[in-house]
């Protein structure tokens, strides 16, 4: 039987944005477990969270017009179909597929969605204590997935004997004749790379160091990044007042 070749299996715009979302989660969440929230670096945390969140919209449009294992359609969503790849998996019997198994399908969803709901709740944390229980509960959900995605990749490799990490890099993964995409599709890729890199320096302009918040692009909203300048102080000189009366009483 003749042994598969590899061939072009995830475009261009796929493999740059599975790399600049692990850079961009990773950095923000490294800044936000090192770096005090004071600090004039922290404001990189939300900057990359949003650039983050930007590109998974952009990773929603190619789902619909991408090219063959870009699209949404060719994601194996089916729960029956993810505990039969886990339980094959297990006994060593989970054939390669061309694009995303069940297990990365699913996986690739749960990172969109904790991404989106990331975004979500940082733009609200200011508002209410409760986003930001629930901005940190999503981060440690979305590290969680990641680490479960990279030992996914780690028993690929080692079961099948093929590097699929390196698939992400070039592209190519060994597939049936007939299996291939015919193009990288590279003029979207550097409209991706195009539009990210307008939205980071947009968000980069609208950021008020002093007012530490930042007006989003297009949207023409602001989002305060944690708590604005002297509101600790307010708290501080609040909760002085309310030791005072204590005393006094």
């Given amino acids: 039987m003749t042994e598969p070749k590899r061939a072009l299996v995830w475009d261009l715009p796929v493999r740059l944005f599975h790399w600049l979302l692990a850079g961009a989660f990773l950095g923000a969440f490294a800044i936000a477990n090192l770096v005090d929230d004071e600090s004039t ?34 994601f194996a969503l089916s729960p029956a179909a993810l505990v039969r790849y886990v339980k094959g998996a297990a006994a060593g019997n989970d054939p390669p597929t061309p694009g995303h198994n069940p297990g990365s399908s699913f996986a690739a969803l749960a990172i969109f969605v904790l991404m989106l709901g990331l975004a ?7 508002r209410a204590e409760v986003f930001e229980e629930l901005h940190e509960a999503l981060a440690w959900t979305l590290m969680g997935v990641v ?26 993964k060994r597939i049936a004749k007939g ?47 944690g708590e604005a300048e002297g509101a600790h102080a307010e708290r501080g000189e609040h909760e002085e007042h309310e030791e005072h009366d204590d005393d006094d009483d």
């Avoid at 919209?57 to 949404?72: D, E, K, N």
């Avoid at 979500?120 to 200011?126: D, E, H, N």
């Avoid at 680490?147 to 190519?172: C, F, K, Y």
């Fill in 147 to 172: 680490a479960i995605h990279v030992a996914g990749i780690v028993w690929h490799t080692i079961r099948h004997r093929e590097n699929i990490a390196l698939s992400m890099v070039d592209g190519h």
């Fill in 41 to 74: 670096l922290f404001a990189a945390h939300m900057w990359l969270g949003a650039i983050a969140a930007f590109m998974v919209v952009l990773r929603g449009v190619w789902g619909f017009i991408g090219s063959r294992y870009a699209r949404f359609g060719s």
């Fill in 179 to 225: 299996a291939a995409i015919e193009s990288s599709h590279a003029l979207a890729a550097v409209a991706f790379l195009g539009l990210t890199g307008l939205w980071a320096g947009a968000l980069y302009d609208g950021y008020d160091a002093a007012g530490r918040q930042v007006t989003l692009p297009l949207l023409g909203v602001s989002v305060q990044l």
């Fill in 120 to 126: 979500a709740s940082g733009a609200l944390m200011a």
